[in-house]
């Protein structure tokens, strides 16, 4: 029981920050642009969150500027996408090895901590919150465990993610009139124009959506996970966001479930390293950490159940005259 | 996607101005970014050339990561021209290692030199190309993209190397995630061993006879994919793959005979890496040299010249890029990073930036 609770808890934690970027990859798939700059956009924000929550002292400040640094990106990648119809994977990959070129040189020339940035204060960062009640429930059996030690005790992050955000990142995709035209312009741009939708717009909104979900999930890494910048510290968390939203074929829930199934299959790897399971053997850990690209292969090429992207995902919209 | 794509400019200007501005508009954007963490970008600049150019060992280094940036460059290119977007040169040149590995570690006690290399060529072309083959297959077959397939490929390789090197191939007793060093007879010969031979003093570096090999794989590039049958049907079907199926050609067929190509191609760099300069397989002795490919290959606009020329910017600017680094403390060597990136934007995403001002400068001219 008690380790089963610990698998789940820390399932939550590692699954919080992909279920932010697969969301925020969400956003921007389902209008069309695929987006592969996830990763860059999260190495960006942790670095621009972690900085200022060390200048400041205040970890809402690095959030803001997480979200805001992310922003950037996310933007410069809606100009060559919907203003320049570029192409959508080559911007990517540039998102991606610039956030990597830049974060640590950067981080190197206002730090000096060989790109890194210094630990953060207590008061800097997230802290893990205790719900009410969460001391006086832990003796009382089965309820008690659950609540003290699986849904109390997470940054105040987790709670927006889970409660927030997934929520209100459903309702407006499917209950919304922006989610509406946000999926018709990512199914069928030229009827969403001829309906007399502005299908820059609704791209570009999407993408700053985008940003501000990419940005926190790139702050939970840094200024509440580690306490600090650390050079490439995202280490393919955007590519697996990418992976679970592609699991979960492009739908909110799904792909929260994809995240959770990932950030479990994590949790049960690190538990795992070393131990000698009885007939198996130990395993190693490579196996388990292959399981979420392999998957993903696999559903992408129809052999488990199919995935099917947004019809005009990666194609320019180019108006018709 | 719309790559491979004919361009409205005249070729000599796509292939001279258009890099030119590219690159200009990368370098002034790094150059801001230096001038913003109080260094003078000028003089980085020439320590950077420096670096890279100003003395032998400086230039042994830059040809030598050359070498490397031509193979996945003209990987990246060959699944270009098919309309192919191959992201995993890093993967495929890690496997392509794999193969050379397993081949030196199986025969250097056994065979001489001029029986072994050919066969490490073989096996580092093979397993490229084969784990290329995968998801060239499953795009052909089963339509799924090549981008996301060969990205989760990266990841899968990674871990599949990890675990063949810590677990199985990793030297007795060591603890380090290493091979055992290959036997002398596996080695590429070095330039300045060759250099010696005919009477000529070269100072050491990691250059090696793979800088030939390399140039030798442009000129079979360009031969292949501009004169020959399965070129023009490689050109076609990446141009336009319906008009390439009315015309009776095999799509599916060239997309994966065009993979396995750019796997073999990557596959290659390992030849310059392991039996070049390390002499043992290490954890991620590809450093981002697939990634760099992409860069090559934009801004070689997918020509072996081009790329050759590409190819040795990049070369330099990893090894003035190294050199800087020491000379200054406040800049990482990460900082190229940045340019590639910005490469990449410039000549990748925002194609369409500086080619219809050209274009339209080139139009009233007429």
Same mark, same amino acid.
């Given at each position: 029981?008690?380790?089963?609770?610990?698998?789940?808890?820390?399932?939550?934690?590692?699954?919080?920050?992909?279920?932010?970027?697969?969301?925020?990859?969400?956003?921007?798939?389902?209008?069309?642009?695929?987006?592969?700059?996830?990763?860059?956009?999260?190495?960006?924000?942790?670095?621009?969150?972690?900085?200022?929550?060390?200048?400041?002292?205040?970890?809402?400040?690095?959030?803001?500027?997480?979200?805001?640094?992310?922003?950037?990106?996310?933007?410069?990648?809606?100009?060559?996408?919907?203003?320049?119809?570029?192409?959508?994977?080559?911007?990517?990959?540039?998102?991606?090895?610039?956030?990597?070129?830049?974060?640590?040189?950067?981080?190197?020339?206002?730090?000096?901590?060989?790109?890194?940035?210094?630990?953060?204060?207590?008061?800097?960062?997230?802290?893990?919150?205790?719900?009410?009640?969460?001391?006086?429930?832990?003796?009382?059996?089965?309820?008690?465990?659950?609540?003290?030690?699986?849904?109390?005790?997470?940054?105040?992050?987790?709670?927006?993610?889970?409660?927030?955000?997934?929520?209100?990142?459903?309702?407006?995709?499917?209950?919304?009139?922006?989610?509406?035209?946000?999926?018709?312009?990512?199914?069928?741009?030229?009827?969403?124009?001829?309906?007399?939708?502005?299908?820059?717009?609704?791209?570009?909104?999407?993408?700053?959506?985008?940003?501000?979900?990419?940005?926190?999930?790139?702050?939970?890494?840094?200024?509440?996970?580690?306490?600090?910048?650390?050079?490439?510290?995202?280490?393919?968390?955007?590519?697996?966001?990418?992976?679970?939203?592609?699991?979960?074929?492009?739908?909110?829930?799904?792909?929260?479930?994809?995240?959770?199934?990932?950030?479990?299959?994590?949790?049960?790897?690190?538990?795992?390293?070393?131990?000698?399971?009885?007939?198996?053997?130990?395993?190693?850990?490579?196996?388990?950490?292959?399981?979420?690209?392999?998957?993903?292969?696999?559903?992408?090429?129809?052999?488990?159940?199919?995935?099917?992207?947004?019809?005009?995902?990666?194609?320019?919209?180019?108006?018709?005259? | 996607?719309?790559?491979?794509?004919?361009?409205?400019?005249?070729?000599?200007?796509?292939?001279?101005?258009?890099?030119?501005?590219?690159?200009?508009?990368?370098?002034?954007?790094?150059?801001?970014?230096?001038?913003?963490?109080?260094?003078?970008?000028? $003089?980085?600049?020439?320590?950077?050339?420096?670096?890279?150019?100003?003395?032998?060992?400086?230039?042994?280094?830059?040809?030598?990561?050359?070498?490397?940036?031509?193979?996945?460059?003209?990987? *990246?290119?060959?699944?270009?021209?098919?309309?192919? @977007?191959?992201?995993?040169? $890093?993967?495929?040149?890690?496997?392509?290692?794999?193969?050379?590995?397993?081949?030196?570690?199986?025969?250097?006690?056994?065979?001489?030199?001029?029986?072994?290399?050919?066969?490490?060529?073989?096996?580092?072309?093979?397993?490229?190309?084969?784990?290329?083959?995968?998801?060239?297959?499953?795009?052909?077959?089963?339509?799924?993209?090549?981008?996301?397939?060969?990205?989760?490929?990266?990841?899968?390789?990674?871990?599949?190397?990890?675990?063949?090197?810590?677990?199985?191939?990793?030297?007795?007793?060591?603890?380090?995630?290493?091979?055992? $060093?290959?036997?002398?007879?596996?080695?590429?010969?070095?330039?300045?061993?060759?250099?010696?031979?005919?009477?000529?003093?070269?100072?050491?570096?990691?250059?090696?006879?793979?800088?030939?090999?390399?140039?030798?794989?442009?000129?079979? @590039?360009? =031969?292949?994919?501009?004169?020959?049958?399965?070129?023009?049907?490689?050109?076609?079907?990446?141009?336009?793959?319906?008009?390439?199926?009315?015309?009776?050609?095999?799509?599916?067929?060239?997309?994966?005979?065009?993979?396995?190509?750019?796997?073999?191609?990557?596959?290659?760099?390992? *030849?310059?890496?392991?039996?070049?300069?390390?002499?043992?397989?290490?954890?991620?002795?590809?450093?981002?040299?697939?990634?760099?490919?992409?860069?090559?290959?934009?801004?070689?606009?997918?020509?072996?010249?081009?790329?050759?020329?590409?190819?040795? =910017?990049?070369?330099?600017?990893?090894?003035?890029?190294?050199?800087?680094?020491?000379?200054?403390?406040?800049?990482?060597?990460?900082?190229? =990073?940045?340019?590639?990136?910005? *490469?990449?934007?410039?000549?990748?995403?925002?194609?369409?930036?500086? $080619?219809?001002?050209?274009?339209?400068? @080139?139009?009233?001219?007429?």
């Amino acid at each position: 029981m008690e380790q089963l609770i610990s698998l789940l808890d820390s399932t939550i934690r590692v699954s919080t920050p992909l279920i932010l970027a697969a969301l925020a990859g969400l956003f921007s798939e389902r209008s069309g642009v695929v987006d592969i700059g996830l990763e860059g956009k999260m190495l960006t924000a942790a670095f621009a969150s972690a900085s200022v929550a060390y200048l400041t002292g205040n970890p809402w400040l690095g959030l803001m500027a997480g979200m805001a640094a992310s922003m950037v990106l996310s933007m410069l990648h809606a100009l060559v996408s919907v203003t320049y119809n570029g192409n959508q994977l080559i911007s990517g990959m540039a998102v991606n090895t610039i956030a990597s070129g830049i974060t640590p040189v950067l981080a190197l020339a206002w730090f000096q901590q060989g790109g890194n940035t210094p630990p953060l204060d207590d008061s800097a960062r997230f802290q893990e919150l205790t719900l009410p009640f969460a001391d006086r429930l832990s003796d009382v059996p089965v309820i008690g465990p659950i609540y003290s030690n699986l849904i109390s005790g997470h940054c105040i992050l987790v709670y927006l993610t889970f409660l927030l955000v997934l929520p209100l990142v459903t309702w407006v995709v499917y209950r919304s009139r922006f989610g509406l035209r946000l999926r018709a312009v990512g199914e069928n741009p030229h009827a969403a124009d001829t309906a007399g939708i502005s299908v820059a717009r609704v791209r570009y909104l999407a993408l700053m959506c985008n940003g501000l979900l990419c940005g926190m999930a790139g702050t939970f890494l840094s200024v509440y996970q580690t306490g600090s910048f650390i050079k490439e510290m995202t280490a393919g968390k955007g590519f697996l966001a990418l992976a679970a939203l592609i699991f979960g074929k492009w739908r909110p829930v799904y792909a929260v479930l994809g995240c959770l199934l990932f950030a479990f299959a994590d949790a049960v790897q690190i538990r795992l390293e070393g131990v000698s399971l009885p007939l198996i053997g130990e395993i190693p850990s490579q196996f388990i950490q292959v399981i979420p690209y392999v998957l993903t292969v696999l559903l992408l090429a129809g052999f488990v159940g199919k995935a099917v992207a947004p019809k005009a995902i990666g194609i320019p919209f180019v108006k018709s005259r | 996607m719309k790559l491979g794509q004919p361009s409205t400019l005249p070729r000599w200007a796509q292939l001279t101005i258009l890099p030119v501005l590219n690159l200009v508009a990368a370098l002034l954007v790094t150059g801001v970014v230096t001038w913003l963490i109080g260094e003078n970008p000028l $003089e980085c600049l020439k320590l950077l050339i420096h670096g890279a150019f100003g003395y032998g060992e400086g230039i042994g280094y830059t040809l030598f990561y050359t070498t490397d940036f031509i193979f996945t460059g003209l990987a *990246v290119a060959a699944a270009y021209h098919a309309g192919l @977007f191959n992201i995993g040169g $890093e993967g495929q040149a890690y496997l392509g290692g794999l193969g050379i590995t397993l081949t030196v570690l199986a025969f250097d006690k056994i065979l001489p030199f001029w029986l072994l290399m050919p066969l490490c060529l073989m096996a580092a072309m093979i397993f490229g190309a084969a784990w290329a083959y995968i998801p060239a297959w499953l795009q052909a077959r089963r339509g799924s993209h090549i981008v996301v397939t060969t990205i989760m490929f990266n990841f899968i390789s990674y871990s599949v190397m990890l675990y063949l090197i810590g677990h199985h191939l990793i030297e007795a007793g060591s603890q380090n995630p290493t091979t055992r $060093e290959f036997g002398a007879n596996s080695w590429m010969p070095a330039m300045q061993g060759m250099a010696a031979a005919i009477g000529v003093h070269l100072p050491n570096t990691p250059l090696n006879a793979s800088f030939f090999l390399a140039l030798i794989a442009c000129g079979v @590039f360009y =031969l292949v994919v501009w004169h020959t049958r399965w070129g023009y049907e490689l050109r076609t079907v990446g141009t336009n793959g319906d008009a390439a199926r009315y015309a009776g050609m095999n799509v599916p067929k060239v997309i994966i005979v065009a993979m396995c190509a750019s796997g073999a191609l990557a596959g290659l760099a390992a *030849v310059n890496e392991l039996l070049g300069s390390t002499h043992r397989m290490n954890v991620d002795f590809t450093n981002g040299i697939g990634f760099v490919g992409v860069a090559v290959a934009l801004m070689g606009r997918n020509h072996p010249v081009g790329i050759i020329l590409s190819a040795l =910017l990049f070369g330099a600017l990893t090894q003035g890029g190294l050199d800087l680094s020491f000379a200054k403390p406040l800049i990482t060597r990460e900082m190229v =990073l940045l340019i590639e990136g910005l *490469v990449i934007l410039f000549c990748g995403g925002l194609e369409n930036l500086f $080619e219809p001002m050209l274009a339209g400068l @080139f139009k009233r001219g007429k």
